[in-house]
């Protein structure tokens, strides 16, 4: 028996909706149902009452339920007693990243805090969007880091998790220099020349903003799939290897683009391109669940930072609009 079950099993308790519930614990609603089937073959009794709708418990799913608040407590309890018992020096922030902004964002980030915050005793947990996202859901992180557009959402529910927005990134086309510094490879490409193309997996996120940006641009773009990966890393080796064009995050290539080892391929065209939120998230602290001190700290001083960066740029805007002359 799986501890998600029981938390699968608990949310469908209280939302009375397979399908409601499936998009909370971001799984879909085949592998939701197969879960809940799972728990009831662990336990030999029929927990849902599948002939009515709403979806409602049988009577021994209403026992049940009881049960299996009391297990959830009594892990969260066992795991906040461990630790408890670790020396409050080496009190440890666990973080669950997508890769490339394990590569790209976390390192300066931390030393950023190190002068602002202090130096903090972190563990990273560097996966994928989806797994980064499960983590967070299945408890097994304090904080989840990871990129969030408005047609690629991060679902997570917003009465049960606090989020922060800690800056922005753009997603866009890079190929390697020629002797002149100019890129190799530029778009659009044409019809009878596609260009070659260093593709991300479907699975990707970034694959999917790459998506998004080919399906909506209005000036089409001509390329032919050389490689795939899941990587970005790897996808940008592979451009300074001269295989190809790759969209890839600009903080990935700071240095590259520095050294004149990659440059931009999509000629300044904003229709190329696409912002990325980073987003910061935790699940937010209850009776039952309070979380780690260190981490409400740390959470705190984000907190205010962000609002003093949003009361700077109100200024910012209203001291630039004062020196507007009127009916200009």
Known sequence: METKWLEDFISLAETHSFSRSAELRHVTQPAFSRRIQSLEAWLGADLIDRTS???????????????AQEMLGQID???ALTRGKRPATHATIDFAVPHTLSLTYIPKWLTALDSGFGRLHTRLLALNVHDAVMTMVEGGCDLLLCYHHPRQPVQLDASRYDMLVLGTETLRAYARCDRSGKPEFELPGTPDTPLPFLSYTSNAYLGRMVELILTEARHPLFLEKRYETDMAEGLKMMALEG?????????????EVKQKALARADQDDPDWQVQMEIRLYRERPSTQR???????????FLLRQSQEGAKAGIRKRASARSKVAPGS
């Open 53 to 67: 709708y709403p979806t409602c418990l049988t009577e021994a799913g209403e026992v049940f339920y009881e049960q």
């Open 77 to 79: 309890r066992a795991r």
């Open 243 to 255: 295989h190809g064009i790759v969209f890839l995050p600009d903080s990935a290539v700071v240095r």
């Open 290 to 300: 309070p979380g780690k001190p260190g981490v409400e700290r740390l959470w705190n």
